[in-house]
């Protein structure tokens, strides 16, 4: 079949050939040398979300559509002449795509084993370059909208009324039509073959216009290709899941949370997630009232029970014998709550192989920094390596890690030009250490080095008295002392900061846009920092992957550093490179950074107490 379809004068042309008869492959071979880059989508079945994604039971695709400006074929991979047609044009070393984020590029390595590499490019990250803000709607068709015509849209309408139409009874309700749509409505039928054709059309027609938003800085559009295309090796490769470990942790963090759930259900008759638990410590505390919500309700969060225990420490106020067995318990469950969820998720995600496939979004945050979803990995704590330990290498092999050391303050020092700061890092002395001297003199304590690290950090990140109050437990007179005394002690990192919140767009050493936000100026200090300290580690990532031929070892990147999955015998010379690479310098100020063998497992669990035993004596 071929359909015909029309939007503001531009005619579009669908060919959906319905079986072998009528599918004339040396047209289709003629389409696809007929341009340099081809639109690539594909449609597949509803992936239930929280699962292995396109690595589990619940994927499959139906459809595979190739496009020109104007032309779309729309092939089935349950017919075989088609699914070979499919198989050799991907394959086909001399031809390129384009596609819209990396779900295209999954769904095609988990339906055929074909590997595109660096012969995609994504628009979306296009997109992210061109606009960093994440709220600007980066979707295919909010980008179609915005910059080719309504046709797209148009065509999601129709299907989506289609699916509705189609669905039975029993699943008209909420989203229900488009999940048994997904599924079920025939590869044949209209709505759904000229929507899955039209998406490769708009995709490649967004291309050149896209790229033409990117030429002045051209040369990242090059490196957050190449950056993708790592990252997706990354979650195609997934991370090896200790299970056994994992569920025996999960075992005893929900003993934990039962435990202490039934302590107050005991003492109090309900839950201590009921509002009535809020309500009832509160009537327990003297001189520091829980924070209310816009209703005036006492507030129990994870943030405001460990305030409520840093002001009971401090002497700010006092609470009752119950009340501090109650609180107690209260902590007991938040603090496993979250460790539950993750490690829930751990299981839930991993293929039939164990493995987890981690999406790593590499232009996530408007100032390129990188996040993990599926699980999100970027949260878990070093402090607390129970869950990094969850991941371990495959046998014979370790895991070797290498994080930049306090990059952030090297880079605002590099930006601002602080002779003191500068000096302070160029000593190679502990810079937190040298900051609370500088602010304290020399008989500083562990608790003034504690709060003039976070005053660095949120200085540097354009936060104020109050939230510095917050994460030390000092008061708010107190925090604003010691912000005023860090802003005498690095006056030009202030200068820096005041004079970049009046830049109407925030350009990085790398030539990365970044738009500022009207409501935060004081934000533009915290998007360069954070911006170059992010290009700085990919900058070692491409030497590692490219001089030193490690992409096939990359293992993950979170936050500052990066580790890599290498043989155990190659681990302390792997060790020693990484260091090497990732230890440099921006504008004269040096970036330092050193590599640990972290052994088998992500994360290093603490050594079990030793127990010698005592020799019997002599007789």
């Avoid at 909010?142 to 669905?167: P, T």
């Avoid at 699943?171 to 749509?181: C, D, E, I, S, Y």
């Avoid at 490769?200 to 190449?226: D, G, I, K, N, T």
């Avoid at 007991?332 to 709550?337: K, N, Y």
């Amino acid at each position: 079949m071929t359909y015909t379809r029309t939007h503001a004068g531009r005619t579009m042309t669908v060919h959906a050939p319905t079986g072998e008869g009528d599918f004339d492959l040396a047209a289709f071979e003629a389409f696809t040398v007929s341009d340099p880059v081809l639109g690539l989508d594909v449609e597949g079945r509803a992936i239930v979300e929280g699962g292995p994604g396109h690595f589990g039971p619940d994927a499959g695709l139906r459809l595979v559509q190739f496009g020109t400006v104007d032309t779309a074929w729309v092939l089935n991979p349950l017919i075989p002449a088609q699914r070979w047609a499919i198989e050799r044009t991907l394959a086909h070393p001399d031809l390129r795509f384009t596609t819209h984020t990396n779900y295209d590029v999954l769904a095609i390595w988990s339906a055929f084993g074909i590997a595109l590499g660096q012969r995609v490019v994504d628009t979306h990250l296009l997109s992210k370059l061109v606009q960093p803000d994440e709220r600007a709607g980066h979707g295919l068709k909010d980008l179609s909208l915005r910059y080719l015509d309504d046709g797209l849209v148009q065509a999601q309408q129709a299907l989506y009324e289609r699916m509705r139409h189609l669905a039975p009874t029993g699943q008209r309700a909420g989203n229900n039509p488009l999940t048994w749509g997904w599924n079920h409505i025939p590869a044949t039928d209209e709505a759904y073959t000229v929507y899955a054709g039209l998406d490769a059309v708009y995709v490649r027609r967004l291309l050149p216009v896209l790229l033409a938003a990117c030429a002045p800085f051209s040369h990242l559009v090059r490196m957050e290709q190449w950056l993708a295309a790592q990252s997706t090796g990354i979650t195609v490769r997934g991370l090896l899941l200790d299970r056994p470990y994992t569920e025996g942790l999960l075992a005893d963090v929900q003993g934990e949370f039962e435990q202490a759930s039934a302590a107050i259900q005991d003492a109090l008759g309900f839950s201590g997630t009921s509002p009535r638990f809020a309500h009832w410590l509160d009537s327990q505390i003297t001189g520091s009232p829980l924070p209310r919500t816009a209703s005036g309700r006492p507030q129990v969060t994870a943030d405001t029970l460990t305030q409520l225990a840093q002001d009971l420490a401090g002497g700010a106020a006092t609470i009752t014998a119950e009340g501090a067995a109650m609180l107690a318990a209260r902590r007991a469950m938040a603090a496993t709550t979250n460790t539950r969820t993750n490690l829930r998720s751990f299981l839930a995600t991993a293929d039939a192989e164990g493995r987890v496939h981690p999406q790593v979004s590499t232009l996530r945050a408007r100032t390129g920094r990188m996040a993990i979803t599926a699980p999100a990995l970027q949260t878990l704590k070093k402090h607390d390596p129970r869950l990094r330990h969850c991941f371990r290498a495959e046998d014979g092999h370790v895991l070797v890690g290498c994080d930049f050391s306090a990059v952030e303050v090297r880079v605002a020092a590099a930006l601002s030009r602080d002779a003191t700061l500068m000096r302070v890092i160029a000593s190679g002395v502990d810079i937190h250490d040298a900051t609370a001297e500088l602010m304290y003199g020399k008989d500083f304590t562990k608790e003034q080095r504690t709060v003039g690290k976070r005053a660095t950090f949120g200085t540097i990140y354009g936060g104020g008295a109050k939230a510095l109050a917050a994460q030390t437990g000092v008061p708010i007179s107190v925090a604003r002392q010691v912000i005023q005394r860090w802003q005498r002690t690095y006056p030009d990192v202030i200068r820096f900061g005041k004079t970049i919140a009046e830049a109407p767009v925030v350009v990085t050493g790398s030539g990365r846009r970044i738009p500022p936000d009207p409501q935060r100026p004081y934000a533009n200090s915290n998007y360069a920092i954070q911006s170059t300290a992010r290009d700085l580690l990919v900058a070692s990532v491409h030497e590692l992957a490219v001089v030193h031929g490690m992409a096939s070892r990359l293992w993950l990147f979170v936050h500052d550093e990066v580790i890599v999955h290498v043989p155990e015998h190659d681990a302390e010379k792997v060790r020693d490179l990484l260091t090497e690479v990732m230890t440099t310098q921006f504008r004269g100020v040096p970036i330092a950074a050193e590599a640990e063998i972290l052994g088998t497992h992500w994360g290093r669990l603490p050594e079990p107490p030793s127990s010698t035993a005592t020799a019997p004596a002599a007789a």
